[in-house]
Structure formats: structure tokens, C-alpha cells
Nanobody, 116 residues
Framework: QVQVVESGGGLVQAGGSLRLSCVASGITLADSAMGWYRQAPVKEREFVAAIFSGLATHYGDSVKGRFTISKDNAKRTVFLQMDTLKVEDTAVYYC??????????WGPGTQVTVSP
């Protein structure tokens, strides 16, 4: 069973940057597609970015050009570099396999708060 631990969230001003990390176990990153997702208050969880075994990437429309997903297979870690953050990026960010839905097991996530 895949287990993940997300970290790197925090409070940042609009226009700033954060880098999230996700350490995954129970999965071989080199062979797997992984994704970042987020859930804002009173909203459903939404897709943010994905990276595939061949290192191709895919982004949600709201983060294209601002966020970059990457991974280090040897360290079992997936990263999300978030630049030019906006207030509307405020959410709890989760890492999981891609694709994933509410039937998957989810980690605790990491809170990102962007202030005006």
C-alpha cells in the first residue's frame, strides 16, 4: 500500500514561492505516475500536477506556468515548486498516485496559506 508524507507548506505572501516535498513508500517512483492535489475550504479536492514514469508532466489550468512538478526516484521524493503564488492557491496540498480519487488512501497533506 502506498504511503506518503507531505511537507514544505507554510504561510507566504502573494507573489512568493514555496517548495513542497512528498516522500513515498510502498511504490517504485521510477515506474509510477504521481500527482499533487489540493483542497481548499468548502471545496472538493482538485488535481494540481502529475509526473509520469517517463518524466512527462501535466498541470491543472490554474497552475500552468507557475508550478513545476519533479521527482527524485532514488530519494523516493516528489516535489512541487510553486512560484508566483496567489491567494486562491491557499489549500491543503496532498501527494498521491496519479490518477487518484477519494477511494485512495490519503496522507495528512501540508497546509499552504497565501496572504494578500
Amino acid at each position: 500500500q502506498v504511503q506518503v508524507v507531505e511537507s514544505g507548506g507554510g504561510l507566504v505572501q502573494a507573489g512568493g514561492s514555496l517548495r513542497l516535498s512528498c516522500v513515498a513508500s510502498g511504490i517504485t517512483l521510477a515506474d509510477s505516475a504521481m500527482g499533487w492535489y489540493r483542497q481548499a475550504p468548502v471545496k472538493e479536492r482538485e488535481f494540481v500536477a502529475a509526473i509520469f514514469s517517463g518524466l512527462a508532466t501535466h498541470y491543472g489550468d490554474s497552475v500552468k506556468g507557475r508550478f513545476t512538478i519533479s521527482k527524485d526516484n532514488a530519494k523516493r521524493t516528489v516535489f512541487l515548486q510553486m512560484d508566483t503564488l496567489k491567494v486562491e492557491d491557499t489549500a491543503v496540498y496532498y501527494c498521491n498516485v496519479f490518477p487518484a480519487d477519494e477511494s485512495n488512501s490519503w496522507g495528512p497533506g501540508t497546509q499552504v496559506t497565501v496572504s494578500p
